[in-house]
């Protein structure tokens, strides 16, 4: 609220203090409503890590635990899928993600588990249950840019804390294969997101 | 970027356009940090399912599957558990819950499983995979009005959809005597959720 005072202050003619507050105000939702946050790159063409994922629109969580997967899983963590939420607001309206759309999925691991299929035992029951952060894998829509990979850049942040400041494209056999060969719409998992199933 | 423009035109003096666009884009940030929504409730004290909370701060999904309790899984889903944003930036400063703080607790259910353990596999793997939305259970924080659940209130919004519009506290013994009991911090399942754990 400081700022419009110091405008005010500032303003000669016949605009009102109120009507500078009301029009901030409406201004403020309809951009709220379509602002964007687009993905930012390197000079070099390396992909900046998202800003303030945490704060953007979270769509699911698939499980693939080490113990359930010979030891091997490729991604052991919970898979927490976050979307950017000006792409979002974008697709509920047209069905389809906007170019430019960004998708963050933060792996977080599972604690500890005592059982051979790696659950462990809290006082809500039996299961997985959520510990530290470790890395994230980020996917950028641009079909241009990425156009030998379906559309998509997939991106890897690091499987472990800190995640990577940048990071470079993968190439097509790491990641966008499996999203192109099995992902339900536009080589997205929206078979396990139902607020992208639409 | 409309009104911005607007003002400009009405200004006069030595304000230049590049200064009330910063300055307008740090007065948004602020505002933003502390906008909260707070609970809302009938005339008869019923809780109002809480708005937009899709657009919430996920903090995380612990999983404690049907196949693992006996059948009896008192949250066979995903529980994907979402603070409220202006809650969770003071949370941020102090250390502590304000008043008024609101966890949403959406239930998602786990897509069927052809293993003993209720687990099925896809392109990533052996594991739990989210399908639809089951209902939601939600927490409010009011040391006065909720002094005998120590401070917080639970409601149970269905566990299958819809959820219902309106809601009434539940007694201790069913849910809040196990938060006072084993929750981390201020009946808060912090241990499980990094963004809280501080």
């Known amino acids: 609220m400081r700022i419009p005072l110091l405008i005010a202050g500032a303003i000669s003619g016949a605009i009102a203090m109120t009507s500078v507050f009301a029009q901030a ?53 919970f898979h927490n899928v976050y979307i950017e939420p000006g792409s979002y607001a974008i697709y509920k309206k047209t069905g389809e993600f906007p170019e430019g ?23 809500s029951g039996r299961g997985y249950f959520p510990g530290k952060f470790n890395g994230a894998d980020v996917t950028v829509k641009d079909s241009k840019r990425y156009a030998d990979t379906g559309g998509w850049g997939y991106y890897n942040f690091n499987h472990h804390e800190p995640k990577a400041a940048t990071a470079k494209v993968r190439p097509k056999a790491e990641c966008a294969f499996c999203h192109m060969a099995s992902a339900k719409k536009d080589d997205v998992w929206t078979q396990f997101y139902p607020l992208l199933d639409n």
Do not use: C, M
Request: aromatic residues 10%; negative net charge; hydrophobic residues 30%.
């Open 25 to 77: 105000g409406s201004t403020d939702d309809s951009a709220q409503a379509t602002k964007r946050y687009l993905p930012e790159y390197t000079e070099s063409g390396d992909l900046i890590l998202p800003k303030n994922f945490h704060e953007w629109v979270y769509v699911g969580s698939p499980l693939t635990p080490n113990a359930l997967n010979g030891g091997k899983a490729n991604f052991p963590e």
């Open 101 to 123: 759309t960004i998708f963050f999925k933060e792996l977080q691991l599972v604690l500890p588990g005592q059982n051979p299929d790696g659950s462990r035992t809290e006082a």
